[in-house]
């Protein structure tokens, strides 16, 4: 496994498009995440942005392009990548048959970082029941329970994907409290994906507009503020992979 660098620069992204069937759902996108930042990508449903969190991750490889995290190819180098990376899906798949303090155990098992005094900090702070059944949880709840085991071994990245899509304001609060203390607290990286543009003005350091694949711009939050005095992000039915 290759050792994870610590430069300054997490992600980097140059030159990536990806195809799907005749659809283009990334069209030459740049762009560079530095360490120690909230990095939003904005943009409407379809517009590109879960596919590239997947680049990311390295479950899908690029067609055009290059992608490294951490120094590295994710496809390449999977084991150094995963091992670096907290991952929210906006589905937050994880087994329903299982409580939340089984999918804690479950997820600890596959990381030597896992704090637990954490992770069991984060349970309570987000009200989670450990004898409750996934399947029982809430939309808010199960977003909570997928955060928390995103976070519960600190990854030095953390990729959230419309982490609050569908929660209540309350819910949306908590997300995006953890988000900041994340970052302001232990300096680690995340990026995050949300078609609220409001909701990325909350917490971003650096903003990146996806449309229809393409890289609108990549600004500091106060650079874009000072330039515009208002930006609206439509949410279209999706029509293609976000």
Not at 12 to 25: C, M, P
Not at 198 to 224: P, Q, T
């Amino acid at each position: 496994m290759t050792e994870v660098k610590t430069n300054n620069t997490v992600v980097e992204i140059r030159g990536l498009s990806r195809k799907f069937k005749r659809k283009l759902a990334l069209d030459d996108i740049s762009l560079t995440v530095p360490r120690g930042v909230v990095y939003g990508l904005v943009g409407e449903n379809g517009a590109g942005k879960t596919t590239m969190l997947k680049h990311i991750l390295g479950s899908l490889r690029a067609q055009s392009g290059s992608v490294r995290v951490f120094g590295c190819g994710p496809v390449a180098d999977p084991v150094t990548v995963l091992a670096g990376i907290g991952y929210l899906s906006e589905d937050r798949d994880m087994p329903g048959w299982m409580r939340v303090r089984e999918i804690m155990r479950y997820t600890q098992a596959f990381y030597p970082g896992w704090d637990e005094a954490y992770a069991e900090a984060l349970r309570e702070q987000f009200m989670l029941d450990p004898e409750a059944k996934i399947k029982t949880l809430s939309r808010g709840e199960r977003a909570k329970c997928g955060l928390l085991v995103a976070l519960a071994y600190r990854p030095p990245l953390l990729l959230l994907d419309e982490p609050s899509s569908g929660l209540d304001p309350s819910a949306r609060r908590d997300i995006l409290e953890a988000i900041v203390r994340t970052v302001a607290d232990e300096g680690r990286t995340v990026i995050f994906s949300s078609h609220l543009l409001d909701e990325v003005e909350r917490v971003a350091d650096i903003v990146a507009m996806i449309h229809h694949g393409k890289c609108v711009f990549e600004e500091n939050l106060d650079s874009i503020k000072g330039r515009h005095a208002k930006l609206l992000v439509s949410r279209p039915e999706d029509t293609g992979p976000a």
